[in-house]
T-cell receptor
């Protein structure tokens, strides 16, 4: 079983749609959680950190459920430019990133 | 502010040759990390430096890989001798402190023929 699991997709959604991704992690000692965005053949770029209280940044909302060991990302009002692979990250300890394989999103005009 | 830079962007070598990858972290970031993504797999941790000291090299695949960070600035990752399974994208990341978000470089795409 992978330490961080994501549905690889692809998720094909129309512009303006709301889309949600979930991710589960196996290490209950993980301390920090992140969502990164990766465009084709580019580096991962931080989208947002994830906190138990939930956090929102514009059209993006992230949530952490420690009891169930899952992390979610909600994207509202999808834009064409949101098309990318979204990487879920949990840390092993304080700094070692454990990546999921990523979820591909394609927003269609 | 300049981001993390890596050189070269691509490298194609033959099995048995040596390759050295370089990473320049964001200025002032004491923490430097190397990761690797092989085809079809997730990005995996290789090792972590704090300044010039290796803190954790638990992800290094074997002793053909050698990482250094002399002077605590840029880092190099040498693969010697390279094998076919070493092909992949090698990412470097840096952060100012532990538990901070990590900022990734553009990666070096290594192909071993």
């Amino acid at each position: 079983r992978k330490e961080v699991e994501q549905d690889p997709g692809p998720f094909n959604v129309p512009e303006g749609a709301t889309v949600a991704f979930n991710c589960t992690y196996s290490n209950s000692a993980s301390q920090s959680f992140f969502w990164y965005r990766q465009d084709c053949r580019k580096e991962p770029k931080l989208l947002m950190s994830v906190y138990s209280s939930g956090n929102e940044d514009g059209r993006f909302t992230a949530q952490l459920n420690r009891a169930s060991q899952y992390i979610s990302l909600l994207i509202r009002d999808s834009k064409l430019s949101d098309s990318a692979t979204y990487l879920c990250v949990a840390t092993s300890g304080t700094y070692k990133y454990i990546f999921g394989t990523g979820t591909r999103l394609k927003v269609l005009a | 502010e300049a981001g993390v830079t890596q050189f070269p962007s691509h490298s194609v070598i033959e099995k048995g040759q040596t390759v050295t990858l370089r990473c320049d972290p964001i200025s002032g970031h004491d923490n430097l990390y190397w990761y690797r993504r092989v085809m079809g797999k997730e990005i995996k941790f290789l090792l972590h430096f704090v300044k010039e000291s290796k803190q954790d090299e638990s992800g290094m695949p074997n002793n053909r890989f050698l990482a250094e960070r002399t002077g605590g600035t840029y880092s190099t990752l040498k693969v010697q001798p390279a094998e076919l399974e070493d092909s992949g994208v090698y990412f470097c990341a840096s952060s100012p402190r532990l538990a901070n978000e990590q900022f990734f470089g553009p990666g070096t795409r290594l192909t071993v023929l």
